[in-house]
């Protein structure tokens, strides 16, 4: 069904498409920042693939810890207030409703 995918008048017919949409002045643009941000992609991944192995060997730790203690201390946590829930019926009625028009019943 679909062995010859894209023939030259697809693409033709997809750029004119793009044109129209974005205008022939938005296209130069957009292709710029498509370019800066390919070049930031792959200098990101190139960094990625250096770090990689290094940042994989984390040192080991210098402080003498008993094992399941964290070595930075911990500061107590306050205690929350519980909260009580409000009935649908009491916010509706909390509600204010707007000014009666003639045309609604009340």
Do not use: Y
Not at 42 to 68: F, I, L, N, W
Not at 77 to 95: D, E, F, I, L, N
Request: net charge positive; aromatic share 2%; hydrophobic share 50%.
């Amino acid at each position: 069904m679909l062995r010859n995918g894209l023939e030259p008048w697809h693409l033709l017919v997809v750029l004119a498409v793009v044109i129209l949409l974005f205008g022939s002045k938005k296209l130069p643009e957009m292709a710029r920042g498509l370019g800066k941000s390919m070049r930031i992609l792959k200098a990101e991944t190139a960094a990625m693939r250096e770090d990689g192995p290094a940042s994989e060997q984390a040192p080991a730790p210098t402080g003498a810890t008993a094992p399941g203690t964290p070595a930075t201390p911990v500061a107590p946590v306050a205690p929350v207030a519980p909260v009580t829930p409000v009935a649908p019926a009491a916010a509706a009625a909390a509600k204010p409703e707007g000014p009666a028009r003639a045309d609604r019943p009340a």
